[in-house]
């Protein structure tokens, strides 16, 4: 018999006093692994300092997203426009363009109506079943949650355009005149569409039609050259309503 052998610990323990008493002693003994109040109330705290500082961050990137999406539906619009003067003698988009519906009765429904076969899908003239419902394709703001307005209105869209440049061709006023391809000088100055609430009239007086900010402060406004800006509403001078409708850029020519 091997009277060398080296005792378990499980052995040792059960045969040595001082073994067992410090076993005893040691300040783990009987204690079971977890949060106290005080470390479970610190995280969080922690939690939710990450939290006021991610979220604010978060919806400025996803409202960044937004803007970016909604330049480009403008940017598309302007392509449509094109379009539809390339077909129209040369004339700048109006207001109030005349088109067919579906039955081939004239309409007039106003500018989006006019570019929806310039569009890619194209879209069909819109119904009464599309009242109370979002704008479809390019003509949504996806920072906007405004419905469509009665189908005999022109409230298609969640942008609006310039109402004192081409109201209508020819111009029946002139405080409101029509323009040809090369028939501006100042393109780059002038307003041709923005966001808006959807009156789709666009004008200095802020009652009428207005440019509204809903990208991070800012409005996305496109300009006759086909440029976009991200303006605040401030910076477009629109006139109080009562004040002399002395229009001027980025009104009128």
């Known amino acids: 018999m ?10 040792f323990r059960g045969t040595d006093r001082v073994a ?13 692994s977890g949060f106290t109040l005080v470390e479970l109330l610190v995280v969080i705290a922690i939690i939710a300092i990450l939290a006021a500082i991610i979220l604010p961050v978060g919806k400025r990137m996803m409202e960044s997203s937004n803007a970016s999406k909604c330049a480009s539906n403008l940017r598309q619009l302007y392509v449509a426009a094109n379009r539809w003067t390339a077909d129209n003698d040369g004339w700048m988009l109006p207001q109030s363009p005349s088109g067919r519906n579906a039955d081939g009765v004239r309409i007039n429904y106003g500018w989006p109506t006019a570019l929806f076969p310039y569009l890619t899908p194209g879209l069909d003239v819109w119904q009464s079943s599309d009242v109370g419902k979002r704008p479809n394709g390019v003509f949504a703001c996806p920072s906007s949650k405004k419905l469509n307005d009665a189908v005999n209105s022109t409230g ?5 355009k310039n109402i004192i440049v081409n109201r209508a061709i020819p111009a029946t006023n002139a405080a409101y005149p029509s323009f040809k391809i ?12 923005a966001d808006s609430p959807g009156t789709r009239d666009l004008s200095p007086y802020q009652s009428n039609g207005y440019i509204v900010n809903r990208h991070n402060g800012k409005a996305n406004v496109l300009f006759y050259d086909g440029h976009v800006e ?5 910076d477009t001078n629109q006139i109080p309503l009562g004040e002399s409708a002395a229009w001027s850029p980025p009104w009128q020519p």
């Open 156 to 160: 298609y869209g969640d942008y609006s």
């Open 182 to 193: 090369g028939g501006m000088d100042n393109m780059s100055k002038i307003i041709f569409l």
């Open 20 to 32: 067992q008493e410090k076993v005893a002693m040691s300040p783990f003994a009987g204690k079971i």
């Open 2 to 11: 091997n009277t060398n052998k080296r005792p378990t610990l499980c052995n």
């Open 230 to 234: 991200a303006l605040n509403s401030s």
